[in-house]
């Protein structure tokens, strides 16, 4: 009998249940993760009994979402989610069911997950409920419905999004009849809210596999989510740079890049706007001029069309504003470079123009990367210097300013640029008294 480690309060919940003569398990995304040897976000357990039986017997509990069959039991300030069998109504909004009925049948309960490897129960007495064949998929790493794939697409399309999403997170195949299910229904993810198709993305983006946004091109996913990507799949780059369509460029450079948000959205981004900035010349050779300013107006668009938050919004859209700005490795220029995109982005730019240039053709890479090292290489040793490149570090402030004299308003701040500039060249002359004297000049 197969054995997993529940937490102990996982166990005291579930051996709580069973005294009372109901049944009770873990049952999920858990069993999933406890199977692979990864430890599990959080423990739901599935029982028999009622929301009401299950508060009789827990001293402190909370209701979450008792209409659906789930209470919070709480144990030792922990939390964990146990929600009573039910067998969901008709859907009427690709999202939620019009009514929940409790059953005191498990198998019922199973019907209604999404995939075959989220619909397995464990508990220590039975060990491993597995009805529709969710080990075998774990082992064929195989994404598939339970049942039908279109009735379970078409009571939840959310779960369309996270076929593609749990492929990428593990690595699996998305099986064929569960594809077709999703290439049929794609179109119902316009009912889904774009806060939950955000976080659903993000999942993929930060995925050891988010090279599976093809698949969800394939399958018709971003035609509904992402439009703007199905022209980059179908817009080719006539250009020694490249050799991909600006799709195709695109998926290798976020493969390219470490998995973190800010990094894999800007790679997603950064040739936003090739499609429609795309002329060609009369030697047939593809340019495309100022993308990257269309590219920041478009970006913005789309992170607020899917409601991202501003701090995210704000940095990616720095970030394809200069994804493709470039410099001789000199500190001077790399001084007013940390200005411009400022010096806690600009690691990330390093990183963003290494990926861009990974994804690209073999003409002139060596130099181009070349040049990526050296400025690296000068951005280390200005912050080693601690050199001045933004206000926040210039040895005189508007406050000095004024007690030196100067009378409050624009002007000072007109001076603490001019200062800043001739800092930025010159950082030896980044001293008080120094700047104080130079102001008169300016």
């Known amino acids: 009998m197969m054995k997993i480690q529940l937490p102990e309060k996982v166990r005291q919940i579930i051996n709580t249940l069973q005294e009372h003569g109901y049944e009770a398990y873990a049952v999920g995304g858990c069993v999933r993760d406890s199977i692979l040897g990864r430890i599990p976000d959080d423990w739901d357990i599935t029982t028999s009994a009622t929301p009401l039986e299950t508060k009789a017997l827990f001293p402190r509990t909370f209701d979450t979402g008792i209409a659906h069959g789930t209470i919070t039991v709480l144990i030792d300030k922990e939390a964990f989610e146990v929600t009573t069998y039910r067998v969901d109504g008709e859907y009427e909004d690709s999202r939620h069911p019009k009514e929940v009925t409790f059953t005191r049948s498990l198998k019922e309960d199973l019907l209604r997950r999404d995939f075959t490897i989220n619909a397995m129960a464990y508990n220590d007495a039975e060990g491993l409920i597995d009805i529709f064949g969710g080990m075998n998929d774990l082992h064929n790493k195989t994404i598939r419905c339970v049942g039908k794939a279109k009735e ?10 996270r076929a593609v999403r749990f492929a990428a997170q593990l690595g699996f195949k998305i099986e064929e009849e569960t594809r077709k299910g999703i290439r049929d229904l794609a179109p119902t993810l316009a009912n889904i809210s774009a806060e939950r198709i955000q976080v659903e993305l993000i999942k993929m983006m930060i995925s050891p596999n988010p090279g599976l946004l093809q698949t969800a091109y394939e399958l018709g996913i971003t035609k509904v989510i992402l439009p703007e990507f199905d022209e980059m799949m179908k817009t080719e780059q006539e250009t020694p740079h490249h050799m991909y369509s600006v799709g195709e460029h695109t998926l290798k450079a976020i493969e390219n890049v470490r998995a973190d948000k800010v990094l ?16 060609i010349d009369e030697d047939g050779v593809a340019h495309f001029k100022i993308h990257d300013v269309k590219g920041v107006e478009m970006t913005k668009q789309i992170l607020r069309r899917l409601k991202f938050d501003n701090d995210t919004m704000n940095k990616v859209v720095k970030l394809v504003q200069y994804h493709d700005y470039r410099m001789p ?72 300013l004024i007690a030196s004299g100067m009378q409050p308003g624009k002007e000072i701040g007109r001076v603490l640029n001019k200062l800043l500039e001739i800092v930025i060249e010159n950082p030896e002359y980044n001293k008080k008294e120094y700047l104080l004297k130079l102001k008169d000049e300016i």
């Open 152 to 161: 379970r697409f078409g009571e939840d399309a959310l779960r369309i999004l």
């Open 329 to 400: 490795a000199e500190p001077k220029n790399v001084r007013k470079a940390m200005n411009k995109i400022g010096e806690e982005l600009f690691p990330y730019y390093l990183e963003v123009r290494e990926a861009d240039t990974l994804a690209q053709s073999g003409y002139k890479r060596e130099e181009k990367l070349q040049n990526i090292y050296d400025v690296r290489k000068c951005y280390e040793e200005i912050m080693a210097r601690q050199e001045c490149v933004s206000l926040k570090t210039l040895a005189v402030t508007g406050t000095d």
């Open 264 to 279: 894999r959205l800007t790679m997603l981004f950064h040739d936003i706007a090739k499609p429609l900035m795309k002329t």
